[in-house]
């Protein structure tokens, strides 16, 4: 009975092997007829086969098909070889079957439990216990399950106790280290949710250092990637942010337990009765585990059932600034030595159409606004020609009433508010920070997505999830604040952006302005979703064939060569439900490689994995968040932007990035030496007609007060610095000496105070009544005169040098006679040398109106030049100097004097020229023109 009941189990289990794997399979799909491809390729050269075939395998495995695949073929060939092998062992135990098939399946090696089994069911269909199995030249079957190995110990898992008294006797563990090894490096015990980079990142300011703490617990933890709760880690010696005693934190005075929607500012407010003491609650709460394992670590990361730590002191100091709690972002990025321009510092700006910026980003967009304004000096070409008719170029971007003028006036607004004038009553320095020479970021700054709330900033890092999908009314306008965010950095290699499937027409909505969008360099639009799919294909290869070469070129311990310069690339596009899957594969596998997506409408990408989804209200208010670190953001507001701002932004970024077109031009010293032919004067006759009584008066002559605008902006009384304004009254006092006639008390201010009420206005020109008044001692005078509804400048009291400027050009302009013309522009020369108008002044209207004055004087020391160049070339020269340190980016200006020290001989001089051309060129990404090049190796031009 125990042969028959084990031959039925023998039977189920060959009948299991041999039908019941292929039925299994059949009912999975996964039949022989899926591993053939939909379609076959076409015929191609064979020296392309290895790249195709290896481009499809690479895909496959990326999607996951690859697996799935090989697991269908081991299953099928695996079914194959126990079919083969249960027919070849009933062959050789039955010894029937053709010859042919016994001679051949006597070769298929022979399986011992596969003999077993066939051996057990041939039992069952024997006529009874008098049919033996005939006697067959192979070794007895055994049947029986094999004898257990002898155990020599027992296989309860016993509990090794703990020494007591010697710890010289304990082996380094996961959980000890001995206090005599590298007492120098200090400890830190591993808590829930602590990573290998973000432990380097937090306590040695780089997460790439992990390899550092790595070396460290080689001999304890084998795989720093694999940390557990209560780890102890070395760190090295310079490891700073470390825990503090936990007897101190014991010792305060009590603790609260953090209740949902809480904040550092808040529980500060509600405990010690200011809200700015949240960083005493932060230092004494760092680094001290928490119910659930956790640590604080980072001021914003607060989750319910936390117990903060309240000092002892009631009212605790608060110490020297603290910046805002940085916002909450899951694993950190690598520092970049390089300032983050999208840190946002300050209040979001409010733009006039509704949208919202943050201050990071308006500081990149006015950056950019900066650059467009000097390359379009670089190109222009001053004729020295003061009657011709004035042909504006294109109009300035920043607009009254336009989104880059708000974020423009936002921007110098705080530049203003944070320099304060000195006792020298200057407003230039570290205020106009975009003055100075740019320093593009690399590596860039990760994409993120940022949230206003009412105590702080949070900034969603989308590197660190991947893929973003933004539903509701108001994922259009954040997802182009994304973009603009993301385009506007000013990296070493700009970023790129794809907008694939329907994803243009919701950025662009009804504005019609694609093709501003389409000119950005970098900005790809892809409405084919199956085309993008595979344009991503192929850069996703590319950049992972540039990443394992770097990685292999480090390995092998070569010098690093040149950076390959990986852009970083954003991705927006609405996802069709079939390729999905696609997308997210993408999203994944990109993310290490710098390509980042963000989904528009699709609902359910957060359920496949760890993606965060945001659904957002008109205004940007996000109503509902899935994903990490999305618990704290629930009525936060994102940036935004309408269609007709992101319009202006993009206009931008096209002239940013497009470059420049070359000009051809003729040798300047032939034109020169003909323009200095029909205006030459002889100096003779020139100092002849200079004595016959033609002069030019300076307007500041007898004024009590004088108001300097030339290198910088000044306010003199008697020949003395006026102390003590403030920055908004030396504004005012700037904007109606740059309009002479005066201006409306709206215009007014609208330039100077355009979120403030009327009252502000009053309050400033009043203050600098009162301290011209002090400065001059004249207690009855007005200074600043408002009739009418309009505001100007007391002539009769109050002047300023650029009055001169305009009246020089004015007399140089209408001169009749060519000496008084000659001497109109020398004195305009000696103007000049005070420096360019409003140089340093951290005001956004003072561009355009500074643009009108430098153009102006420009082309007036261009005249003089060609004026005096055949008799005087030094004063020439000199001229050129002048009009270089008002304009350094016009390269005109730098082709002008190269042609001259050229013809003089100076050669030594001309490449000094060219080098600080291309030094000024190089700060705004261009190069000089070849015809600027060629006038170095030219032969000089005689002079007659």
Not at 344 to 359: A, E, K, N, R, Y
Not at 478 to 494: G, S
Not at 736 to 747: F, M, N, S
Not at 840 to 866: F, K, M, N, T
Request: hydrophobic share 40%.
């Amino acid at each position: 009975m125990t042969a028959r009941l084990r031959g039925v189990f023998a039977a189920l289990a060959l009948l299991a092997f041999v039908a019941g794997i292929p039925c299994g399979l059949f009912a999975l799909g996964a039949t022989p007829a899926s591993l053939l491809p939909d379609h076959w390729p076409q015929a191609a050269p064979i020296s392309q086969w290895p790249e195709r075939i290896w481009n499809t395998l690479r895909w496959a495995w990326l999607t996951g098909d690859l697996l799935v695949t090989l697991l269908v073929i081991v299953a099928w060939a695996g079914w194959l070889l126990l079919t083969l092998s249960v027919t070849a062992e009933v062959i050789r135990q039955t010894r029937h079957g053709v010859r042919a098939a016994r001679g051949v399946l006597a070769r298929v090696p022979r399986s011992r439990w596969i003999a077993g089994l066939v051996a057990a069911a041939l039992v069952l269909l024997s006529s009874g216990t008098a049919s033996a199995l005939p006697t067959t030249a192979s070794p007895i079957v055994a049947t029986a399950p094999p004898q257990p190995p002898h155990q020599t110990h027992t296989t309860a898992v016993e509990p090794i106790p703990k020494p007591t008294n010697a710890p010289e006797h304990r082996t380094p563990s996961r959980n000890w280290v001995d206090p005599a090894l590298r007492p120098d490096c200090p400890r830190i015990l591993v808590h829930k949710g602590d990573t290998a980079w973000g432990l380097a990142e937090y306590h040695l300011g780089d997460g790439r250092r992990f390899h550092d703490i790595e070396r460290l617990n080689a001999d304890r933890i084998p795989n720093i990637h694999e940390l557990h709760p209560d780890d102890v880690l070395l760190l090295p010696p310079e490891a700073v942010k470390l825990p503090p005693d936990t007897s101190d934190a014991q010792g305060s005075a009590r603790t609260v337990t953090v209740e949902p929607g809480d904040t550092l500012s808040a529980i500060a407010e509600r405990e010690l009765g200011n809200p700015e003491a949240w960083p005493a609650l932060f230092d004494a709460t760092l680094g001290t585990p928490q119910p659930d394992g956790r640590v604080l670590r980072h001021p914003d990361q607060l989750l319910p059932g936390w117990q903060i730590h309240i000092p002892a002191t009631s009212n605790p100091t608060p110490p020297h600034p603290t910046p805002p709690p940085p916002p909450a972002s899951t694993p950190p990025t690598p520092p970049n030595d390089a300032h983050d321009p999208r840190q946002d510092h300050g209040t979001p700006v409010q733009l006039p159409s509704g949208g919202l910026i943050g201050f990071g980003v308006a500081l990149s967009i006015v950056a950019l606004l900066v650059l467009v304004r000097r390359r379009r000096r670089a190109r222009r070409n001053p004729t020295g020609s003061l009657t011709a008719p004035h042909h504006p170029g294109p109009p300035d971007p920043a607009r009254p009433g336009s989104a880059i003028a708000a974020l423009d006036h936002a921007v110098h607004s705080s530049q203003r508010d944070e320099a304060e004038p000195q006792d020298d009553g200057h407003d230039d320095g570290p205020a106009d920070t975009l003055a100075a020479g740019r320093r593009p970021v690399w590596p860039p700054p990760a994409p993120v997505i940022t949230a206003h709330t009412d105590t702080g900033v949070r900034q969603l890092d989308l590197s660190a999830a991947p893929g973003l999908a933004l539903t509701g009314p108001g994922a259009a306008p954040a997802a182009r604040a994304v973009l603009a965010a993301v385009l506007a950095v000013d990296a070493r290699h700009p970023a790129q952006a794809l907008l694939a499937a329907s994803a243009p027409a919701a950025l662009l909505a009804d504005t019609g302005d694609q093709p501003a969008l389409h000119r950005i360099p970098g900005v790809e639009v892809i409405e084919d979703e199956g085309v993008a799919l595979a344009h991503l294909r192929t850069e996703l290869a590319r950049r992972t064939r540039i990443h394992d070469d770097q990685l292999a070129a480090d390995e092998l311990h070569e010098e690093p060569g040149d950076d390959p310069g990986q852009p970083l690339l954003l991705v927006a596009a609405t996802p069709s439900p079939h390729h999905r899957r696609e997308w997210a594969t993408i999203s994944d596998h990109g993310r290490p490689l710098g390509i980042h997506t963000m989904f528009l409408g699709d609902h359910g990408l957060h359920d496949a994995g760890d993606s965060i989804h945001l659904a957002l209200d008109e205004d940007g208010t996000i109503t509902a968040a899935h994903g990490p670190s999305t618990d704290t953001l629930l009525g936060a507001r994102v940036d935004t932007l309408t269609t007709a701002d992101a319009a202006e932004i993009w206009h931008l970024l096209a002239e940013a990035r497009t470059p420049m077109p070359s000009h051809t031009h003729h040798d300047v010293g032939e034109n020169d030496r003909d323009t200095s032919d029909d205006q030459r004067v002889d100096s003779e006759e020139a100092s002849a007609r200079h004595n016959t009584g033609v002069a030019v008066t300076s307007a500041q002559d007898g004024a009590a007060v004088v108001v300097r605008l030339l290198g910088g902006m000044r306010v003199e009384a008697h020949e003395q610095q006026v102390r003590g304004l403030r920055s908004r009254t030396r504004e005012v006092l700037a904007y109606l000496a740059a309009h002479h006639h005066g201006t409306t008390a709206d215009t007014l201010r609208e330039a100077v105070l355009p979120d403030q009420p009327a009252a502000r206005l009053h309050e400033a020109i009043s203050h600098g009544r009162s301290a011209l008044r002090k400065a001059t001692g004249a207690s009855e005078a007005m200074f600043v005169i408002a009739e009418s509804g309009r505001y100007c400048l007391d002539p009769a009291i109050i002047t300023a040098d650029v009055w001169d400027l305009e009246d020089t050009l004015t007399h140089a302009r209408t001169a009749s006679h060519p000496g008084t013309r000659l001497e109109a522009l020398r004195y305009l020369s000696r103007l000049c040398r005070t420096g360019a108008p409003l140089e340093g002044a951290p005001y956004s209207w003072a561009e355009p109106i500074a643009e009108h004055w430098r153009s102006q004087a420009v082309d007036a020391l261009v005249a003089l030049a060609c004026d005096v160049r055949a008799d005087n070339p030094d004063e020439a020269l000199d001229a050129l100097a002048v009009a270089i340190t008002w304009d350094p980016y016009t390269e005109a200006l730098y082709r002008r004097t190269i042609a001259l020290q050229r013809d003089l001989g100076r050669h030594d001089a001309a490449h000094t020229t060219y080098r600080h051309l291309q030094a000024n060129l190089r700060d705004i990404d261009l190069e000089p023109d070849p015809a600027t090049t060629a006038l170095l190796e030219k032969a000089p031009i005689p002079r007659r």
